[in-house]
Structures are given as structure tokens and as C-alpha cells.
């Protein structure tokens, strides 16, 4: 079945520390893919998007993120990582063969710890 | 620069009663979304349009109805409102399928209380 996956649902790291948020997808064709971010009581900010081209993505805030075909992975990085990024992350994506669709992952909740 | 707005913001409904919740977006976008978000779930497509005048369903449409009568507006209606409805509601609209044009912007969202 088509999806998008976000297997951890918690993730704590040291302010300072580097972070990486997981994204898997299941698609036949590479879709559109996206990482949006939600602060508490907000709305969703798109972070970044993957058309096509470079694998490497960069985004706002100091965000980046790695495209695998190998691995249907769209991974979220940021080498060190603030107070102020504590908040929920979305992976998202477009398919290919249904591009009307919005689908998102579950998310992931970032903590920081001071 | 308004982009997508929800109204209202807040709302709290007996079980039973109605409500419709307004989405506007004034970037000319084809296509409109209505999601949920509960904790743990993500966000789940309700319905969507792809154009004035169009509807569809989502992921999860029982107990909700949509209308898009003019293009900036997307309206979602609870016509008898359940507590399995509480919830987080987000509106988001984008210009279309291809390239930049996939970007989707976002409301900031009603948090409804159905008791």
C-alpha cells in the first residue's frame, strides 16, 4: 500500500547536538516530497522540498535533507540544534500518479534538552 | 499578505449540533484541503477540491461535508456533530500538481471541542 512512514514518534537530543528525523515512503514512482514543521498551537511551515536534481536539499532554519531511491528515504538533518526547534515534524508527500493528494506521515516530536 | 485563514479559531459544540467551519485563501489556488490532527496520528485528509465547484473525499469523510462555491473559499460542515470529532482542524491550499506549484500553505487551524 501507498504511504508515508515516520518511525519515531519521540525523539530527545541536547541542544547542540546534530539531529536526524526519518521519512520512508512507499510509491512507484519517486513522488514530490516535503518536510513541513509545527510549533506548538501553530500552523504547519514548510521546511524544504525534493522535486528533483540534487539529493541534498537545503532548507530554512539550517535544515537539510537527503533523498535515498535506494532506500525511499527522505531523512531530515540539522548538524546542531536549538531550543527553538522543539516541535512537531511532518514528512509529506505528492505522488506522482495522484498529485492532487497531500499525504503526510504521522509526525515526529522533537525535545530539546537544555 | 493573509494567505490561508480559518475561521473561527476556537469552538466548543454539544453533540448534535451543527457547525461550518471557513477556509479563505487569497494566493488563487486550484486546489483546497481540509485535514484533522490527532495526537499520533498526523494529519488526515477529510476532503479536497481541485478546483471551483469540485469536492472529493478523503481518507476519513464520514460526518463531514464540503462546498466550494467560489474558488478562494473551502467550507467544511459537521451537520450533527459527534465527540469522535474533536479535534484540530487544518485548512491548506496550493496552486497545483506540478513543481513548485505542489507547495502547500496552511491556515492556523480550529480547535473544536464536540461535548
Known sequence: AQSVTQPDIHI??????SLELRCNYSYGATPYLF???QSPGQ?????????????????IKGFEAE??????SFNLRKPSVHWSD???????????????????????????RP | NAGVTQTPKFRVLKTGQSMTLLCAQDMNHEYMYWYRQDPGMGLRLIHYSVGE??????????????SRLKKQN???????????????????????????????FFGQGTRLTVV
Open chain 1, 12 to 17: 530527545t537530543v541536547s541542544e547542540g547536538a
Open chain 1, 35 to 37: 518536510w513541513y514543521v
Open chain 1, 43 to 59: 500552523g504547519l511551515q514548510l521546511l524544504l522540498k525534493y522535486f528533483s536534481g540534487d539529493t541534498l536539499v537545503q532548507g
Open chain 1, 67 to 72: 533523498f535515498k531511491r535506494s532506500q525511499s
Open chain 1, 86 to 112: 522543539a516541535a512537531e515534524y511532518f514528512c509529506a508527500v505528492v505522488p506522482m500518479d495522484s498529485s492532487y493528494k497531500l499525504i503526510f506521515g504521522s509526525g515526529t516530536r522533537l525535545l530539546v
Open chain 2, 53 to 66: 465547484g469540485t469536492t472529493a473525499k478523503g481518507e476519513v469523510p464520514d460526518g463531514y461535508n464540503v
Open chain 2, 74 to 104: 473551502f467550507l467544511l460542515g459537521l451537520e450533527s456533530a459527534a465527540p469522535s470529532q474533536t479535534s484540530v482542524y487544518f485548512c491548506a491550499s496550493r496552486q497545483g500538481s506540478e513543481g513548485v506549484g505542489t507547495e502547500a
